[in-house]
T-cell receptor, first 112, second 111 residues
Framework: TQLLEQSPQFLSIQEGENLTVYCNSS?????LQWYRQEPGEGPVLLVT???GGEVKKLKRLTFQFGDARKDSSLHITAAQPGDTGLYLC????????????WGLGTSLAVNP | KAGVTQTPRYLIKTRGQQVTLSCSPI?????VSWYQQTPGQGLQFLFE???????NKGNFPGRFSGRQFSNSRSEMNVSTLELGDSALYLC??????????FGSGTRLTVV
């Protein structure tokens, strides 16, 4: 059973378009992290959110943690080919924040 | 500063053999975690070490083991390899309370 569901699984868009990917769960998490992974490399941490309703912006990327801390979204404005990669969310549980639960990821392709 | 270094990058082994993978964390990071990544299962947590002690363990069989040395470098060992062990093995280091920094991984293929 995958505790963190990511959608869509695959996304192919044109450069300049906007997109949103989702990370959903029926469980509450004390923190949620987003990573981006390129082929043949390890994931790279983008952001950590810890407060329900929290919104963080990283240039063209906007991350939101749901009020109930069960879901999160990542919105990319004016996507660029360099945004191509696998976007992973990972949740930490209260009492054992070190043992992250991972989604399967959204594979994003931004075409020039 | 240097990132997380994993060696080797690629490895091909035969069923029944054993393998040892190495991970050197970022200097000053005492926590090292290991993950197995496959297309169907995503990232699966193997174990975490902190100051030479295993602090967390995932749901993998006893064939998977690890250790951490006094300089925080870590190794993981898989014995009696099976075809299903083929995967990207990722090591991540962190300061307590922060996100992970991952290495580039070791791609293990079991034939």
């Amino acid at each position: 059973t995958q505790l963190l569901e990511q959608s869509p699984q695959f996304l192919s868009i044109q450069e300049g378009e906007n997109l949103t990917v989702y990370c959903n769960s029926s469980s509450v998490f004390s923190s949620l992290q987003w990573y981006r992974q390129e082929p043949g490399e390890g994931p790279v941490l983008l952001v950590t959110v810890v407060t329900g309703g929290e919104v963080k912006k990283l240039k063209r990327l906007t991350f939101q943690f749901g009020d109930a801390r069960k879901d999160s979204s990542l919105h990319i404005t004016a996507a660029q080919p360099g945004d191509t990669g696998l976007y992973l969310c990972a949740g930490g549980r209260a009492g054992n924040n070190r043992k992250l639960i991972w989604g399967l990821g959204t594979s994003l392709a931004v075409n020039p | 500063k240097a990132g997380v270094t994993q060696t080797p990058r690629y490895l091909i082994k035969t069923r029944g053999q054993q393998v040892t993978l190495s991970c050197s964390p970022i200097s000053g990071h005492r926590s090292v975690s290991w993950y197995q990544q496959t297309p169907g299962q995503g990232l699966q947590f193997l174990f975490e070490y902190f100051s030479e002690t295993q602090r967390n363990k995932g749901n993998f069989p006893g064939r998977f083991s690890g250790r951490q040395f006094s300089n925080s470098r870590s190794e993981m060992n898989v014995s009696t390899l099976e075809l299903g062990d083929s995967a990207l093995y990722l090591c991540a280091s962190s300061l307590v309370g922060n996100g992970y920094t991952f290495g580039s991984g070791t791609r293990l293929t079991v034939v």
